[in-house]
């Protein structure tokens, strides 16, 4: 299975943006799945998780401010994020949880501008 981040972009802060994870199969059925963010000179973290059953996690930076969203039917992922600030800039990857289901893609970059 491969999975493709895209819709990243340069935006201001407060504005809206969402970004979007297509797999090349029916993956999100099957898996728990994640929104994983890695901002310049830090580590990747976790941002937002959906299990099978649509439950729904959120890191707290992003609680309130992010929503993930599955549509199996195009096999993809979303992730609409509103609100946005400086902080949240970084480049965006979508993968499993825990276990990684794919190697690191190139993701897709997001930066906000203050």
């Known amino acids: 299975v491969q999975l493709q981040a895209s819709g990243g972009g340069l935006v201001q802060t407060g504005e809206s943006l969402t970004v979007s994870c297509a797999a090349s199969?029916?993956?999100?059925?099957?898996?728990?799945m994640g929104w994983y963010r890695q901002a310049p000179g830090k580590q990747r973290e976790l941002v937002a998780a959906?299990?099978?059953?649509?439950?729904?996690n959120y890191a707290d930076s992003v609680k309130g401010r992010f929503t993930i969203s599955v549509d199996n039917a195009k096999n993809t992922m979303y992730l609409q994020m509103n609100s946005l600030k400086p902080e949240d800039t970084g480049v965006y990857s979508c993968?499993?949880?825990?276990?990684?289901?794919?190697?690191w893609g190139q993701g897709t970059q997001v930066t906000v501008s203050s």
């Open positions: 199969g029916d993956i999100f059925r099957s898996n728990v």
């Open positions: 993968n499993c949880i825990p276990a990684l289901c794919v190697l």
């Open positions: 959906i299990s099978r059953g649509g439950s729904l």
